[in-house]
């Protein structure tokens, strides 16, 4: 697992966390070596990093995983006006990349947020190597079409709100869903996608 299990459920103690809250991964990654910094100098700066980021950002759990910083948090911590900024600067004046998972309710699917996280920052260097800071969600449709992962792991590719659709059309027979997929075959449009259904507007709206 790429996390210490005693630490974390540690932590998640201190922080009055529950196992079953949403929980996000943000990622703190050494550019490559040909950045200008040796192995050493690079671990040095993530020490300095470390210190920095658990002075700074009190809401998340910093573990150092080397060669990442892995800050868990119940919040996205690349919105919240504060900690955006700080990242901002940070990726500024040192020579790290930073990548975001998406949401995923439960302790249990940690390890696949974690790879989310570091996707981002592969896909990102590849496609905007000018940028530093990545998030998932531009790159899931790319996750999705060129992962070799298994199915049971590329539906957290997908936001949370997507996969509950998901689970309420495998568990009742929910409209929901088909109505999403119906809405982005319309190419969002919501009379499109009211006239495929053979339903209202409002009733598509609602």
């Not at 006006?81 to 249990?108: H, M, R, T, Y």
């Not at 539906?155 to 495998?170: L, N, S, T």
Request: overall charge negative; aromatic content about 12%; some cysteine.
């Amino acid at each position: 697992k790429p996390y210490d299990a005693h630490r974390l459920q540690a932590q998640l103690a201190f922080k009055k966390w529950h196992e079953e809250d949403t929980f996000y991964i943000t990622l703190v990654q050494p550019r490559r070596p040909d950045a200008g910094m040796d192995g050493e100098g690079i671990q040095g700066q993530l020490n300095y990093l470390l210190q920095l980021l658990s002075k700074h950002i009190t809401h998340a759990v910093i573990l150092y995983w080397p060669p990442n910083l892995v800050l868990f948090s119940t919040e996205n911590l690349l919105e919240s006006p504060f900690s955006k900024d700080l990242f901002q600067q940070l990726v500024e004046n040192n020579p790290v990349q930073v990548g975001a998972s998406l949401p995923s309710p439960g302790l249990f699917h940690t390890p696949l947020l974690f790879h989310q996280a570091e996707y981002a920052i592969e896909r990102g260097d590849l496609c905007h190597p000018e940028q530093a800071i990545h998030r998932f969600r531009d790159y899931a449709i790319d996750y999705l079409l060129t992962s070799d992962a298994p199915l049971s792991e590329k539906i957290f590719a997908c936001m949370p709100e997507v996969r509950a659709m998901w689970e309420q059309k495998k568990e009742r027979g929910d409209e929901m869903f088909h109505t999403l997929k119906v809405f982005l075959d319309c190419e969002r449009s919501v009379p499109n996608t009211a006239a495929a259904l053979y339903l209202h507007r409002n009733t598509v709206v609602y």
